[in-house]
């Protein structure tokens, strides 16, 4: 900066993330350009366009359109050095953009419109990057999703497998929870090879592999194989899919539990972890996934309606012309969140009476189950964020008979 040039007092920094490289734009108050600059996802290049934004103002405020991914590197960097940080998604960014000039799109327009979104938008969450255990929850719950959706597809195309020649033992056993089957698959795929073994030996077969109810199993498996006595063409390549299939499910199934041990060690490191779990309904998962997504400081969003909002559990209105009160469910909110306290409120509607009898009074009122657990969710989201706030654990204690007929 040269003697000649003024320093300007409030800018903004609007970045486009991607995988390799990065656009940045600086504007001032005015919507002015400052700086518009491609640099590459590299430690050297991206500090030295943090230094030379820097220096261009005072008062810097930082945009970035991913939260994750390949602007890891930048928003660890900006953290570091203290900076501020908001996210903007990318479909704020889609919407925003059919507002401005010219219907083309490049990175440098897009990083514009992040820079001037922030310095219009007082709305846009602070990127906050957690503490190591929330990163490392992070890292652990994405994986355990990865293997859960494997798990699922496998188990698709197995059954899906098993139909084209052997339906009876398809719809014999269900292969998402019986352990048991999938280790009769890994030996045992067609009604011929069933038959032949019998049920005899084929119990003891799966006792020596520590089958429980082995003598179930088999009797099942053996009366499937009796109601088809048709080998139909490609049997043999399929039963050797199905075989595979089987060993990968049971190999996912392995790893997930594997996963889950980690996940609920980890879980219990965290500070806030006996306060979370205390709650009825949210085990070491469900607080594993809230402490993953929130970083486990209640701070950043400010009030629970503001976390509310996030989860999608504060109804956006929808009214128009004569017609009020018309609410619903915001289009851009944290599936995963709103998943968190939806099952967590599902499971204490059952065992908590605190929140059974909420439950049941929103049932009395005319609501459906879905709109009485998501209002019990709701509810419970204000616990939460109090009894975080004050550090103290759930206690349950069942209503006084007044409010609970209230």
Request: net charge positive; with cysteine; aromatic share 6%.
């Amino acid at each position: 900066m040269t003697s000649t040039e003024v320093r300007v007092t409030e800018i903004w920094a609007g970045t486009d993330a991607g995988k390799a490289h990065h656009h940045c734009v600086v504007i001032d108050a005015g919507g002015n350009r400052l700086l518009s600059r491609r640099v590459a996802n590299d430690e050297t290049e991206l500090l030295a366009l943090i230094a030379d934004v820097i220096e261009l103002g005072e008062e810097l405020t930082w945009a970035i359109d991913l939260n994750a991914g390949g602007a890891a590197l930048l928003i660890a960097l900006l953290v570091n050095q203290s900076q501020k940080l908001l996210y903007i998604p990318g479909r704020t960014v889609h919407h925003a953009s059919g507002s401005y000039r010219g219907d083309g799109k490049t990175d440098a327009k897009d990083a514009f419109v992040i820079a001037d979104q922030a310095r219009m938008r007082h709305d846009l969450h602070p990127v906050h990057t957690g503490d190591k255990i929330a990163v490392d929850l992070r890292i652990l719950t994405a994986r355990r999703y990865d293997l859960v959706a494997d798990r699922t597809r496998a188990i698709n195309r197995l059954r899906a497998q098993m139909l084209e020649y052997f339906p009876a033992l398809e719809r014999a056993f269900d292969y998402s929870v019986s352990k048991a089957a999938l280790i009769l698959l890994t030996g045992y795929q067609t009604p011929a090879s069933l038959r032949r073994t019998g049920k005899s030996r084929l119990t003891t077969w799966l006792k020596n592999r520590k089958v429980r109810s082995a003598e179930g199993v088999a009797t099942t498996a053996i009366q499937a194989a009796e109601a088809q006595h048709t080998a139909l063409p490609g049997e043999r390549l399929a039963a050797a899919m199905v075989a595979k299939l089987a060993r990968e499910v049971t190999a996912l199934n392995e790893e997930i539990t594997e996963t889950d041990k980690l996940i609920e060690g980890r879980f219990r490191e965290h500070r806030h972890a006996e306060v979370i779990a205390s709650l009825p309904g949210i085990g070491a998962l469900l607080g594993a996934d809230f402490i993953a997504l929130t970083g486990g400081d209640m701070t950043i969003f400010g009030t629970p309606d503001r976390l509310a909002g996030v989860a999608g559990l504060a109804p956006v209105p929808k009214d128009s012309g004569r017609i009020s009160g018309n609410l619903h469910r915001p289009r851009r909110y944290s599936r995963r969140l709103l998943r968190v306290f939806y099952l967590s409120a599902q499971t204490a509607a059952r065992c908590c009476p605190v929140s059974k009898a909420f439950y049941d009074r929103k049932r009395a009122e005319g609501k459906g189950h879905k709109q009485a657990v998501l209002a019990l969710a709701r509810r419970r989201l204000n616990v939460l964020w109090a009894l975080i706030r004050d550090n103290r654990t759930f206690a349950t204690s069942p209503p006084p008979p007044e409010a609970a007929a209230a």
